[in-house]
């Protein structure tokens, strides 16, 4: 006799059965709701849901089979073998777990049937094993052979409607889903057999041990009841898991992820605390700046993989021989900043950046070549040539510069008047006032794509310029000096009039992304200048995003915040630019309420062989959904990044995998062609 006859034809209590039926529900309704969580989650605290899922679905399922066995109402002496019980519950949790781990590879429709398979399957052992641990004296339990309908009515029900359940959950309609889901789990115990109760009373012989029904469904109310109050925590779990990428994020922002020195954030908190102390003391402190001579070079000539190797051996080199209290950091590129505040004396400083010199010297033996790289040296000492870092670090900068200048492998102490002599920039900065007169910049556009779809979403333009004599200097050397010079305000005017004029004549009315320094924000009125712009070229104000990056410190905090408001109001979108490589770009998104988060390149790029970079991008993703804004990825080159950049959950790319810059006209060609095409 089976369970569905059984309730009809025997004596049954059928508050108990509905509890057996409500437990089911809520249970389902509370696992479908934390599902739903680790379901947009893709980090290691995804394994945490599921585990929570499984746990209180698979309490459910144990719960609702004790309350349905403890339905039956006997005369007989009746209980509930501890252990056996016990490990039933075991069992159902890790079946659940084991069909939603599986139903994850929801692109594959095969997983998701078998997921259905395993849960069916699953509510069917359950309700058998809690069956055949009740025990009732003088009655006979039934023959084996008798559960295979109960797995098949599970099993073939759950195959079919475990999809339709996580999906109708996906939309939101949790009751409906719990509901279908619990279809299966009916059909599984319906159709399960039950032991055949004696008609006259039965007693166990004495000693007999058992868990008493009572005390069986009070144990199954208490366990159902911990889980469910844990669910309702989950929210609290779930902020405590933000703050905890945060935290991840920040300890990882202090921390270089190719050479693992600390970085410029790290070192500029560091050295506050080494200066004051120097100032206390009355004694110096060694400012060393390192500078790779040739390293663009080896990159170009060797690859980057091959420039990474030397920066990591360097970092190592470096960190052998400096012990504490020496500080060592990867500073910029191919510089490292040396602080050391135990010498004594100018001349312990040189001997320092001598030593230095001798290690970045030693040949280096990659895989393929051997490789000898020389370093051009600052020197700047506190408190002779600065008060603080940053202008201890500015002076040892262009000692270094000087002696790049005169050829390199050379160490030049910092000295007094050295920013006048620095020609080399200030012939530069003049020449850059006349390239916007002269027609020497131009920009290029290059695309931005949908993740999940690759569908083109906007452009980036890059400017470019042409020195009359020097030939192409890419912007990572001219924009510094513009922005210290403040040419920056008329190139960044020009490039902007520019972009709003190419994308006004776009076929496809897709975004525009353009490049502006924080500079700009404080030293004009750059809202005033976009509105007069947008007005002049016809563009509309949501088809303008500005990316503001963060590689120059903001300083006017009020300012910015200003002009973001001032934009967004017009309908302009405000991205946070380089994203991870700032001063401290957790407090910049903090600040500021950027409308989007643009990663830096660097991450991308690193992906395949820095377990940090792809951390970095985690937390990245995950910060952007805090946020509740979106997350581009740039520098994509290969299939490889893309697929994790997509199964992280990141929403827009870019990069040279969609293809190289393109000339503005490309842009309105490529579009031609389409209409010519298409007519
Ligand atoms: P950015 O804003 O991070 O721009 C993206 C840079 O990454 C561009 O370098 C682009 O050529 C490069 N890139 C894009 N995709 C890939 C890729 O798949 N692989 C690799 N290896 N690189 C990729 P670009 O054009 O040399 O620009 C360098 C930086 O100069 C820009 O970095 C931006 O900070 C600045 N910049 C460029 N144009 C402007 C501008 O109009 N105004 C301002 N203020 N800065 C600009
Ligand atoms: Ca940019
Ligand atoms: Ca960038």
Redesign the pocket.
Known sequence: MNLAIAIFSSKYDYILLLLSLAICLAGTVFALQTSGKFRKDSSGARTIWLLWTALVMGTSLWAAAVFAISAQVTTAQSGFEMTSILAVLFLAVAGTFASFALSLKKHLRLFLTLSGIVFGSTAAATFMLVERSFKVAGATPADLPSYFWPFVAGAGLGSVLFGLALRTAGKGQIKVSAAIMAVPVAAAFLTAPVTNLPIVPHWFPAGMELLTTSQALTMAVLVSALCAAFTCSGDLLENFRKQAARRAYHHLALQDNLTHLPNRHYVENVAKQLLKEARDNETICAVVLVSLDEFKAINDLHGYSTGDAVLRRMASLFRAQFGDPVVIARFYGDEFLIIDPSVETPDDATALARKVRELARRPIQTENYRLSVQCSIGLAIYPRDGQNLNHLVQRANLAAKQAKAVGGNAIQPYVTGMEENNLWEAALASDLRNATFENQLSLLFQKQNQTQNGRLIGYEALVRWRHAEKGYIPPEDFIPIAERSGIILDIGAWVLREACREAANWDDPVTVSVNVSPYQFSRSDFSGLVSTVLMETGLSPHRLEIEL?ESTPIEDHERVSQTIEALQKMGIRVAM??FG?GYSSLNTLQAFPFDKL?V??VFTQSLETSSQARAILRSAVLLGHSFGIPVIA??VETEQQLEFLKEVGCQEVQGFLFGKHLLPSQIKSTEKDKHRRAG
């Open positions: 990056t630019d380089d490589t643009k830096d390149r740039e520098g």
